[in-house]
């Protein structure tokens, strides 16, 4: 069965969303349509995001990263703001009982100390 290319938001709509061919797993910037990733469109502007490559499917945990249209802060900053994300959500039900908040070697990763 193939599966079809929109899923339920958070909020009740259905959205477009690509299915990364390598991991088949969306990653946040495919979601979010921020353009960060590199080549993106907003590179320019805002960098590239500093959940590429690694982080793509774990960005709440990532200082930095493009939310509403701007670059966010610390996790600390921005883990409630995250928490009700769609991609967030996203991650946590496809994820299901394999779901993890936070990797063991990140007190969140690229937190400033």
Known sequence: MEEKPFRKAANGLEQIVPINEKHGEVKCWEFMKCGREPGGTRVKQAGTCPAHPDDGRFCW?????????????????????????????????????????????????????
């Open 61 to 113: 945990a990532v200082t930095g990263t493009l939310c509403g249209g701007r670059p966010q802060g610390t996790f600390a900053q921005k883990r409630l703001t995250c928490t009700t994300c769609n991609f967030f959500l996203r991650v946590k039900e496809e994820e299901g009982k394999d779901f993890v908040f936070l990797k063991d070697e990140d007190s969140p990763k690229h937190e400033q100390r």
